[in-house]
């Protein structure tokens, strides 16, 4: 058997003998260094586990201990905290909608424009009505009136 072996590698000469031994052991380097990066993503995520672990239960033990609960003048201060926003709503609802200075100044500056548009317009009005329209230059006069 050992033969054989011999053989085989005798047949595949030295380069590619060498080849395969690099690929071999390349391949055996990157599998080893991906199962260690799972092992460290796995204790990551342990120790995050376990951090989360602790957090709920020293949250848990402060909801069991009988200290800072939610108390009657606690309540009062929320429902008085309650009343004064639903008044302030109430106040909001009837007052009428104020508008926004930035449209405000927007709308004064579109009349504007929107003025001067006019008066450009105008001005080409009068002026197309100074001068004399001569119907016989019209572009339409070349088509057959038939």
Same mark, same amino acid.
């Given at each position: 058997?050992?033969?054989?072996?011999?053989?085989?590698?005798?047949?595949? +000469? @030295?380069?590619? &003998?060498?080849?395969?031994?690099?690929?071999?052991? /390349?391949?055996?380097?990157?599998?080893?260094?991906? $199962? %260690?990066?799972?092992?460290?993503?796995?204790?990551?995520?342990?120790?995050?586990?376990?951090?989360?672990?602790?957090?709920?239960?020293?949250?848990?033990?402060?909801?069991?201990?009988? +200290? @800072?609960?939610? &108390?009657?003048?606690?309540?009062?201060?929320?429902? /008085?905290?309650?009343?004064?926003?639903?008044?302030? $709503? %109430?106040?909001?609802?009837?007052?009428?909608?104020?508008?926004?200075?930035?449209?405000?100044?927007?709308?004064?500056?579109?009349?504007?424009?929107?003025?001067?548009?006019?008066?450009?317009?105008?001005?080409?009005?009068?002026?197309?009505?100074?001068?004399?329209?001569?119907?016989?230059?019209?572009?339409?006069?070349?088509?057959?009136?038939?």
């Amino acid at each position: 058997m050992a033969e054989g072996k011999e053989r085989f590698i005798d047949r595949l +000469g @030295p380069t590619l &003998t060498s080849g395969l031994i690099i690929a071999f052991l /390349s391949a055996a380097s990157l599998g080893a260094v991906a $199962i %260690r990066d799972l092992v460290i993503t796995t204790n990551v995520d342990l120790a995050y586990l376990k951090g989360d672990i602790t957090d709920i239960r020293s949250e848990f033990d402060k909801f069991k201990s009988p +200290g @800072p609960r939610f &108390t009657k003048d606690d309540g009062d201060r929320h429902q /008085s905290k309650l009343d004064e926003l639903e008044r302030r $709503i %109430r106040e909001q609802e009837t007052r009428p909608p104020r508008l926004n200075p930035d449209l405000e100044k927007l709308e004064t500056k579109v009349d504007s424009i929107a003025q001067r548009q006019l008066e450009l317009c105008q001005r080409i009005k009068d002026c197309n009505l100074g001068h004399s329209h001569d119907p016989s230059s019209n572009s339409n006069n070349n088509r057959s009136r038939y």
